[in-house]
Nanobody
Framework: QVQLVESGGGLVQAGDSLRLSCAASGRTFSSYAMGWFRRAPGKEREFVAAINWSGASVYYADFVDGRFTISRDNAKSTVYLQMSSPKPEDTAVYYC?????????????????WGQGTQVTVSS
């Protein structure tokens, strides 16, 4: 069992930076690939970014377009999503998730554990 708790969400202006954190507890964090997903109002959950167990491989959705960076610190059992130059369309609840699938998947169904989510609101 893995417990995930996101933090760092809030209200930001377009162009500002924001860093989301996801702290894990329970089973060995470094054995899991980690991902970030989001769900905007009225939309389906969508993949944002993923990182493999070591942090050596990262994957991003096309809409990220170089604006976000996923990273992890296995010593702290934490994964991060650095959001630079966010846009109003990035407004959503952001979820982190852990997966035993390697390499990391972009499909939510491959993720075994989920956090409760953190709201990110980007104003124009």
């Amino acid at each position: 069992q893995v417990q995930l708790v996101e933090s760092g969400g809030g209200l930001v202006q377009a162009g500002d930076s924001l860093r989301l954190s996801c702290a894990a507890s329970g089973r060995t964090f470094s054995s899991y690939a980690m991902g970030w997903f989001r769900r905007a109002p009225g939309k389906e959950r969508e993949f944002v970014a993923a990182i493999n167990w070591s942090g050596a491989s990262v994957y991003y959705a096309d809409f990220v377009d170089g604006r976000f960076t996923i990273s992890r610190d296995n010593a702290k059992s934490t994964v991060y999503l650095q959001m630079s130059s966010p846009k109003p369309e990035d407004t959503a609840v952001y979820y982190c998730a852990a997966s035993s699938t390697h390499p990391p998947s972009t499909w939510y169904g491959d993720y075994n554990y989920w956090g409760q989510g953190t709201q990110v609101t980007v104003s124009s």
